[in-house]
């Protein structure tokens, strides 16, 4: 990986938080030491959407981004206010292809707002860069790390999320 582009994933006319977006380009800069931009195309979700869930299909959302034109080296992450979901569980913060050029990121669940309590703009942005650092880990070919306070630990609650660095361990770096 030489370059991440960020990519905002959006509902049909509906206009990306591109602030959002841009802060954590300059936060997830110094954590992998490479060159981080904000892509000015969004992707419209519309195709994800998946009415019985009321939720965007993560893996079909990390495809389309996936076949996006791309540089060699280039790793691309999408990041999403939407809400996401695989068959098999009841949602995700997150999903990325192991090893491949892709992923996403939905900052849906990441907000306080979303569980009833006032929002909390600095939080967030300290929750979106975990996982995005967490799923940029995965697309290195990093898996799940037993260490709880690494980027890469498995975290599907954000008081887990809250309590890991946004850092990669000595282990999960080395790799
Ligand atoms: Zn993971
Ligand atoms: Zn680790």
């Not at 991440?4 to 110094?30: E, F, K, W, Y």
């Not at 996936?66 to 569980?89: K, M, N, Q, S």
């Not at 006032?118 to 037993?146: F, I, S, Y």
Request: charge should be negative; aromatic fraction near 6%; glycine fraction near 4%.
């Amino acid at each position: 990986m030489e370059s991440v582009t960020l990519v905002a994933v959006t509902a049909a006319n509906t206009a990306p938080d591109m602030a959002l977006l841009d802060r954590l380009a300059s936060r997830l800069a110094p954590v992998f030491h490479l060159s981080i931009t904000v892509s000015n195309s969004p992707i419209d979700a519309a195709f994800a959407y998946t009415p019985e869930r009321c939720q965007y299909y993560s893996t079909r959302l990390v495809a389309a981004l996936a076949a996006l034109p791309t540089r060699p080296g280039e790793h691309i992450l999408g990041i999403t206010p939407l809400d996401l979901f695989v068959p098999i569980l009841t949602f995700v913060f997150g999903e990325a292809q192991l090893r491949g050029p892709a992923a996403i990121v939905s900052y849906h669940r990441l907000t306080e707002e979303f569980y009833g309590l006032p929002a909390d703009a600095a939080l967030l942005d300290q929750r979106l860069l975990k996982e995005a650092v967490h799923e940029l880990g995965h697309t290195l070919g990093l898996r799940h790390c037993d260490d709880w306070s690494c980027a890469m630990a498995s975290t599907h609650t954000v008081e887990l999320l809250d309590l890991k660095g946004a850092e990669l361990c000595p282990h999960c770096r080395r790799e």
